[in-house]
C-alpha cells in the first residue's frame, strides 16, 4: 500500500470526495487528488455540522454556529478555539491545528470569521489556512 505522500504526488490517485458532491467529467463524482484538499473539506464538514444533525452520529460535528452568535467577549475566542481543538482533535487526529484566529468584518458586526492554521500529521512543517465564516440571518 502506498504512503500519503505517495498518494499525494500520483496524478493517478483520488483522496476522496469534494464537497458539495456533484457529477465531475472525468468521474461519477468530483474528487480531491491530495491530502491537504481533503482535509480543507474534512474540516469545514466537521465544524459546520451541528452537533446532532448527523444521523447516527450524533456527536459529530461542532456548537460553533450557536457559539459565534454568543456576545463578543474576552473569553469567546478561547471557548471557540477549545471547541474546534477538541472536535477535529477526536474526529481528524491527522491534522494539528497551529492558530486560530477570531474576527469581524468592519462594516458589518454580524460577520464572524475564524481563521485556522493548521498542518497534517506526516508533514508537520507544511501549514495551510482556511476561513470558515458565520453570518446572522437578521
Known sequence: MASIKEMDLNPDTYIGLKLPMKKDNILDFSSTMTIYEQSE?????????????????PNFGS??????FEQNDDSLLETIEAEIRERVDFWLPYINI???ELFTDDGNRNKIFIKLTYSVTFEDTNEKQILINFESRN
Open 41 to 57: 473539506y474534512n474540516i469545514k464538514n466537521l465544524l459546520l455540522t451541528q452537533l446532532g444533525e448527523r444521523v447516527m452520529q
Open 63 to 68: 456548537d460553533l454556529r450557536r457559539l459565534c
Open 98 to 100: 497551529k492558530n486560530v
